[in-house]
């Protein structure tokens, strides 16, 4: 499975951004996908994740309320709209697949896209 992660930028606070995130390989849509952020120096965390046949999501509790995590019928595509953005949330944004079910912990992913830079301005 590849991801290809796009939509980072620059927006200043109280902005939006959407993600996109598109795997290819016959895994991608039996596989749970996940949203995580890494700011510099500091661990990759959990943000965002979506199930794979029911979509249900599972947001983290720092963005409950302002990020939405979706991906599309086909279930090859993963998409997190940002709202509200604050100074806090700036880090590189990356795109995971692997498990069967949503898991918040990194090292259940097997696959990782390349990460997309936010940055939110106050």
């Known amino acids: 499975v590849q991801l290809q992660a796009s939509g980072g930028g620059l927006v200043q606070a109280g902005g939006s951004l959407r993600l996109s995130c598109t795997a290819s390989?016959?895994?991608?849509?039996?596989?749970?996908m996940g949203w995580f952020r890494q700011a510099p120096g500091k661990e990759r965390d959990f943000v965002a994740a979506?199930?794979?046949?029911?979509?249900?999501?599972y947001p983290a509790n720092p963005v409950k309320g302002r990020f939405t995590i979706s991906r599309d019928n086909a279930g090859n595509t993963v998409y997190l709209q940002m709202n509200s953005l604050k100074p806090e949330d700036t880090a590189v944004y990356y795109c995971?697949?692997?498990?069967?079910?949503?898991?918040?912990?990194?090292?259940?992913?097997?696959?990782w896209g390349q990460g997309t830079l936010v940055t939110v301005s106050s």
């Open positions: 995971a697949a692997g498990p069967s079910y949503v898991n918040d912990k990194p090292y259940q992913y097997d696959y």
């Open positions: 390989g016959r895994t991608a849509s039996s596989s749970a």
């Open positions: 979506i199930s794979r046949t029911t979509f249900t999501t």
